[in-house]
Structures are given as C-alpha cells and as structure tokens.
C-alpha cells in the first residue's frame, strides 16, 4: 500500500553534487527504515545507504565520505557528492515496515 516516488536523478560531470528525494505515502503504519540501492546495467541491484528509526544508518564503502543519507518522516534524501562515472545506475527507493516497498527508480548518470 506504501507508494514511493523519487526525484532527483539526471546528468552530471565527474566531480559534481546530486540529490535524491523519495517520499513515501498511502500506508497507515510507521515506516521503519528507508534506504537507497541502485542497479547498473548488467549488474546486481546493491544497497547504496540505509536509515532506520533511530537515525542508524549505513553505508555501501564505495558510497562513505561521498555520500549522506537523511530522513524528514516519511521522505528520505540521498546528497551525493564527489560523483563518478561508476555511480551511474538507476536508484531506487527502498522502505520498510511489515512489508517493502520500491520505487520505480530514477537514472543518475555521471558522465564527462
């Protein structure tokens, strides 16, 4: 029941700033962590950053010292800095209560 819809995503040189937006609605109960995974072509999707209720979170190693993940209720940001080439996929939202939920993605592209 949880509906997800992230914005953020597009084209941006190596070394340059994007940020994620997702916000979650349509479901009655509290959400209990919300994160970021993304997929490459060809490649497995891959947890990117992760948040829980009590402002826990954790990191991918590629995503560490670039990356920040923050959460205002029901919408979680993904800052992400220092971008490379090899951050190009589609990212997608992720949240969870009793159930998870994904949303239909978004393309980041990093490319000179």
């Known amino acids: 029941q949880v509906q997800l819809v992230e914005s953020g995503g597009g084209l941006v040189q190596p070394g340059g700033s994007l940020r994620l937006s997702c916000v979650a609605s349509g479901s009655a109960f509290s959400i209990y962590a919300m994160g970021w995974y993304r997929q490459a072509p060809g490649k497995e999707r891959e947890l990117v950053a992760r948040?829980?209720?009590?402002?826990y979170t954790n990191y991918a190693d590629s995503a560490k010292g670039r990356f920040t993940i923050s959460r205002d209720k029901n919408t979680v940001y993904l800052q992400m800095n220092s971008l490379k080439p090899e951050d190009t996929a589609v990212y997608y939202c992720n949240a969870q209560n009793t159930l998870t939920f994904w949303g239909q993605g978004t393309q980041v592209t990093v490319s000179s």
């Open positions: 948040i829980i209720s009590t402002g």
